[in-house]
């Protein structure tokens, strides 16, 4: 039997832990996975959880990117209803006055959910959960929660607006689709409850989402 060296008793401790601290976020997780083996599905839920480790989790544990939870729910869902936070969001402020430590968590949550799209399935894109919610749904409800500073939330504005079109792309009739909560589509799903942020990041949407198709007007008819 081969001994394993420093390096790798030290690793395997460590990612015994990570994988013990995920595994106990689980219950306490607002609206979190509900199941066995939602490991990746917590990580991708977990506010604090950093991309990098979400990659780590999602390598070890691939099959569960390809499996939904007890709500229907696959890893991705809960990249996309991760709460955002002030952190996510560009600074304002001259470089120098902006902690080099802070800079690690810019768009942190922008890129789990890039990593999400990276990773996932497409048939997650187009399949809903138990709810009757598709992967649009939840990530416009998601970014019309923010609620920082106007010039914050516009300053990310085209790179938000790029993963909406990612979304769309993979599965384009989903701007079709009416989400069971609000009964809307998308893009009046969006005009409705972007009120919390800058009219510019509202109107971003709703146009973003009208361009990708037009005959979406035609449902108010």
């Not at 950093?50 to 780590?56: E, G, H, K, T």
């Not at 229907?72 to 120098?96: L, S």
């Not at 019309?144 to 009739?173: H, K």
Request: proline share 8%; net charge negative.
């Amino acid at each position: 039997m081969t001994a394993w060296n420093r390096l790798q008793v030290v690793s395997s401790l460590f990612w015994t832990k990570v994988v013990a601290l995920i595994e106990a976020v689980q219950p306490i997780l607002e609206d979190g996975p509900e199941g066995d083996n939602v490991l990746v599905h917590t990580a991708f839920a977990t506010p604090s959880c950093p991309p990098a480790v979400i990659s780590v989790v999602a390598a070890l544990f691939p099959d569960e990117l390809t499996q939904p939870d007890n709500k229907g729910r696959w890893p991705i869902h809960y990249a996309a209803q991760r709460a955002w936070h002030a952190w996510d969001f560009p600074r304002t402020a001259p470089t120098h006055e902006i902690p080099a430590s802070a800079s690690l968590l810019d768009t942190e949550t922008l890129r789990v959910l890039r990593l999400a799209m990276k990773l996932s399935p497409q048939e997650s894109l187009s399949s809903p959960d138990l709810n009757g919610r598709w992967i649009l749904h939840q990530v416009i409800d998601t970014l019309c929660r923010t609620t920082f500073r106007s010039q914050d939330v516009d300053n990310l504005t085209p790179d938000i607006l790029s993963v909406v079109a990612e979304v769309v792309q993979v599965y384009p009739d989903v701007l079709m689709k009416r989400d069971q909560k609000t009964s809307l589509l998308p893009f009046l799903q969006a005009t409705a409850q972007c009120d919390s942020t800058s009219d510019l990041f509202a109107t971003s949407m709703t146009f973003e989402l009208l361009k990708m198709n037009p005959t979406a007007l035609m449902s108010l008819y």
